[in-house]
C-alpha cells in the first residue's frame, strides 16, 4: 500500500496552506519510494521543523512507520550517524578495550566488575589522597563489597579538575538575569564555606542539612559541607515542617542551610518559618537572590556577598547566622582525606506513608553519578547540562558530580521550568543535555509553553522519575529538532541508574535500552523463572549500590526476600518488559500493581494507555477494595486539559473504550474522579495510597 498524505490532513494539523501546498510533493514522493527508517530521517532533516505543530509531527512519523512491525517493538524516532557514535566516551571506551559493539561493551562491564569501575576511576580522573590496594574486596559478600581498599579520598576534590577559568554553572532566578561562576570562583566559595564550618566548630562526621532551592549558592554550600568532611542531609524545600522535622530527626543533623523565602510566579514563600517550625537545630540563612542587584556582584566573583543584606528586616532566632556571618574569608581549604566509606548525603525515599527510609551515600557513591553521566548521557569538557531539580532529591547531588567531575557546567535556573523563562534560560545559556520529569513535558505539550526557542544547542535529553509517554516524548524530541532521549531508571539507593539508554543506539520514544554499564539485571516472572516479563533483579556488586540504611534493615529491605537463581539478587521493585528487539519498557512498581478480574496489572500500564486519550493531561489508577468485599474496583483518577468540558459520563466511557481497545476488555472502570492535579511526592512520584485514602473517605461520607 502506497504511503500518502493528503492536503487536508496538513491544513487538519494547524499548517498554513503556503506551507503545505510546499512541501506535499516532497514528503509524498519519499513517502512512496523510500524505506521507512530512511524516510524519517530525511523529513527530521529536511522538513519537520521545531515550529511547526506538534500534530504535523505525529502525522509523519505515524504515517511514516504505519507498516511497522509492532510486534518487535515501536519504530525508533532518531538515529545516531556513525560520526556521531564515533564522537561519544561509550566509543572512545570500547576503541580502549578493542570492542565492536556496544552489546560487548556491555557484557564486558557486567563480567569484569572490577576492571571496569577501575578503568572509570582512571578515565573520570577521581582524585585519590591515598592510593587503593586493591580496587574490591568481596571477602564479605557481593552485598557488602569494600571499594577502593585502602584508599583515601575526598570526592568534592575530583569536582576541580577544569581549567578554573572555565564556566563551572550558569544560574538565573527567575525574572532575573543569567550570570556564569567560573570553576575558580565556585571553589573559592566552596572552601570559604569549608573553612567557616570548621571555624563554627563543626567536625567532619557531622551531619548538616540543606533545605533550599538548587542555586549556585547551594552548590558551593553542598561541595563545601563534603570538603569539610561533613555529611550533607538532603531536604526538599518544598516539604512541611513536619516532614522536615523527621528527615532532621533521622539524620541527627547538628545544623541547617537555608534562606528567608522563596520566590516563584512572582510570589514569596516563607522557607525559614518552616524551619523555625520544624525546630531545625542551629541555622545559617542565605538571601533569596532576586538576580537583579546582584548582578555585577557576581560577575566579580565575590558571590559571598551576595546573600548578606536582610538581616535587618529578617529576626532571628538565637544562635542562627546570616550567611556573612558565617562565611569565612579564607578562600583556601584542604579537603578532609576520607575513608570510601564514609558519608558524604543522607537521601531519602519518597516516604508517602511510612517513615522514609533515610539511605547514605559514601564517598565512592559519585562516582556512579560521573561514570553514568559521563557513558550514558554523554557529557564532555564544557558542555551544559540542566535538570529542574532540588537537592531534597537525587537528581540534585547527581546533577553535581555528574558534570563537574565530567569538567562540564551546570546550567540552574530557580523558578517554575513550567513557565516561558524556563524555555528562554535553555536557548541563552546554550543547555547540551537536558534532564526532567516526563509529567513536565506533559505539561509542555498541553499548554504549548515551550514552542518558538531555539533549543538546536541540545544533543541530548534525559528522562527520569515515572513512567513517560510515547507521545509527549515525541513532542520533546520534536522541539530540539530530534534529538535522543536517554531514559534514566534507578533510585537514591544505587546512586544512578540500573536501566537507562545511550546516544549510541537508535532512540525509541520511552523506550530504555541498556542496563546500565558496570551492572546487570534480570527480570523474574511471579515463579521466580528467568521471563521478558516480571519484576526486575539487580546483579551486585556495582559502585554507587547503597549496603546501609540509618533507620532500617538493609539486608530485609534489598535482599532478604529475593531469590538467588545461584547468585544474590538485589530487590529494586520495578516491573520490566523486554521487547523482541531487546529494548526495554517500564511498567511501574511492583507495589502498584493491581488484581482485575483475576489478571495482574500495574496501575502504569493503564495509565500510559488512558495519558493518550485526547482531552487528558494525565491519570493515576488505583484499586479499591470494596468494603463488603469481591474484587477490586478500578478508580479512575483524571486531569483534563483546560479546555475540556468535564463531563465525566463522557469521560468514563471514552477512557473505558481505551481500555478496552488497547488493555483488555475486562478491565472496567468502577468510577472516574475529575481533578485539578494529582499529589507527588518531592521526587515527583504520584502518590497514589494518598489516592486511595481520599477514595476511601469519600466513599464513607455518602
Request: net charge negative; hydrophobic share 40%.
Amino acid at each position: 500500500m502506497t504511503k500518502q498524505i493528503s492536503p487536508k490532513q496538513l491544513l487538519n494539523c494547524g499548517l498554513e496552506a503556503n506551507i503545505a501546498t510546499a512541501i506535499l510533493p516532497q514528503v509524498n514522493q519519499w513517502l512512496a519510494s523510500l524505506p521507512a527508517v530512511e524516510c524519517w530521517q530525511h523529513l527530521v532533516q529536511y522538513i519537520l521543523k521545531p515550529s511547526h505543530p506538534f500534530a504535523l509531527h505525529e502525522l509523519l512519523y505515524k504515517t511514516t512507520f504505519c507498516d511497522w512491525d509492532i510486534s518487535q517493538g515501536q519504530p525508533p524516532a532518531w538515529f545516531p550517524s556513525q560520526k556521531q557514535i564515533q564522537a561519544t566516551n561509550i566509543a572512545a571506551l570500547m576503541k580502549e578495550l578493542k570492542l565492536d559493539s556496544y552489546a560487548e561493551l556491555h557484557a564486558w562491564s557486567a563480567q569484569h566488575r572490577a576492571e571496569f569501575w577501575e578503568m572509570m576511576i582512571k578515565r573520570l580522573g577521581i582524585c585519590l589522597q591515598k592510593p587503593y590496594t586493591q580496587i574490591i574486596d568481596l571477602s564479605q559478600g557481593v552485598e557488602l563489597p569494600q571499594w577502593l581498599v585502602g584508599a583515601r579520598l575526598n570526592i568534592a576534590e575530583s569536582c576541580f579538575q577544569a581549567p578554573a577559568d572555565n564556566p563551572a554553572i550558569i544560574f538565573q532566578p527567575e525574572g532575573g538575569f543569567l550570570t556564569t561562576w567560573t570553576y575558580g570562583e565556585l571553589q573559592a566559595l566552596t572552601n570559604r564555606v569549608a573553612n567557616g564550618l570548621v571555624e563554627a566548630g563543626f567536625a567532619p562526621g557531622d551531619a548538616i542539612a540543606i533545605a533550599m532551592p538548587m542555586t549556585a549558592e547551594s552548590v558551593a554550600i553542598y561541595l563545601g559541607i563534603v570538603k569539610a568532611g561533613c555529611v550533607v542531609v538532603s531536604i526538599a524545600d518544598s516539604f512541611a515542617a513536619d516532614e522536615i522535622a523527621t528527615r532532621l530527626r533521622i539524620s541527627k543533623a547538628k545544623a541547617i542551610f537555608t534562606q528567608d523565602y522563596i520566590r516563584r510566579g512572582g510570589k514569596q514563600l516563607p522557607l525559614y518559618a518552616k524551619i523555625i517550625a520544624a525546630n531545625a537545630p542551629r541555622a545559617i540563612l542565605a538571601e533569596t537572590d532576586t538576580g537583579e542587584e546582584d548582578r555585577g556582584t557576581r560577575e566579580r566573583g565575590d558571590a559571598g556577598n551576595v546573600l548578606d543584606r536582610f538581616s535587618t528586616y529578617l529576626k532571628l532566632r538565637l544562635g542562627d547566622l546570616t550567611w556573612d556571618k558565617f562565611l569565612s574569608s579564607n578562600d583556601k581549604f584542604d579537603a578532609f582525606p576520607a575513608h570510601p566509606t564514609a558519608y558524604t548525603n543522607v537521601l531519602f525515599s519518597s516516604g508517602t506513608t511510612a517513615e522514609p527510609k533515610a539511605i547514605p551515600w559514601t564517598q565512592t557513591t559519585p562516582i556512579k553519578c560521573a561514570s553514568d553521566g559521563h557513558l550514558h548521557h554523554d557529557i564532555h569538557p564544557q558542555d551544559v547540562v540542566a535538570w529542574p531539580t532540588n537537592l531534597g532529591w537525587m537528581m540534585g547531588p547527581w546533577l553535581i558530580y555528574a558534570s563537574l567531575v565530567n569538567k562540564a557546567t551546570i546550567a540552574l535556573y530557580d523558578g517554575a521550568p513550567t513557565e516561558r523563562g524556563f524555555g528562554e534560560f535553555i536557548q541563552d545559556a546554550c543547555v547540551t543535555m537536558l534532564g526532567l520529569v516526563p509529567s513536565l513535558v506533559s505539561n509542555w505539550k498541553t499548554t504549548a509553553c515551550m514552542q518558538g526557542f531555539d533549543w538546536s544547542a541540545i544533543k541530548a535529553f534525559s528522562s527520569t522519575g515515572e513512567c513517560s509517554n510515547p507521545q509527549d516524548m515525541l513532542f520533546l524530541m520534536s522541539l530540539a529538532g530530534y534529538k535522543p532521549i536517554v531514559e534514566y531508571c534507578g533510585g537514591t539507593e544505587i546512586g544512578g541508574a540500573y536501566i537507562t539508554g545511550t546516544v549510541v543506539q537508535p532512540a525509541i520514544p520511552s523506550t530504555f535500552t541498556t542496563p546500565a554499564l558496570g551492572l546487570d539485571f534480570v527480570i523474574l516472572d511471579e515463579e521466580g523463572h528467568l521471563a521478558d516479563k516480571g519484576e526486575a533483579f539487580i546483579v551486585p556488586p556495582s559502585i554507587g549500590l547503597s549496603t546501609k540504611l540509618l533507620n532500617k534493615d538493609h539486608h530485609q529491605v534489598y535482599f532478604a526476600s529475593a531469590p538467588s537463581l545461584g547468585q544474590a539478587l538485589r530487590s529494586h521493585g520495578d516491573q520490566i518488559e523486554r521487547s523482541p528487539n531487546g529494548y526495554y519498557h517500564a511498567l511501574g512498581r511492583v507495589d502498584d500493581t493491581m488484581n482485575l478480574s483475576g489478571i495482574k496489572v500495574s496501575s502504569t500500564e493503564i495509565e500510559q494507555i488512558l495519558n493518550t486519550v485526547e482531552g487528558i493531561c494525565e491519570t493515576a489508577a488505583i484499586a479499591i477494595s470494596p468494603s463488603e468485599g469481591g474484587p477490586s474496583l478500578l478508580i479512575i483518577y483524571a486531569v483534563v486539559e483546560s479546555n475540556v468540558k468535564a463531563d465525566k459520563e463522557a469521560l468514563k466511557a471514552s477512557l473505558q473504550t481505551a481500555i478496552k481497545q488497547r488493555l483488555n476488555p475486562l478491565f472496567k472502570i468502577h468510577d472516574v474522579v475529575i481533578v485539578e492535579s494529582l499529589p507527588r511526592t518531592a521526587s515527583n512520584k504520584v502518590m497514589r495510597r494518598v489516592l486511595r485514602d481520599r477514595y476511601k473517605v469519600a466513599v464513607t461520607k455518602k
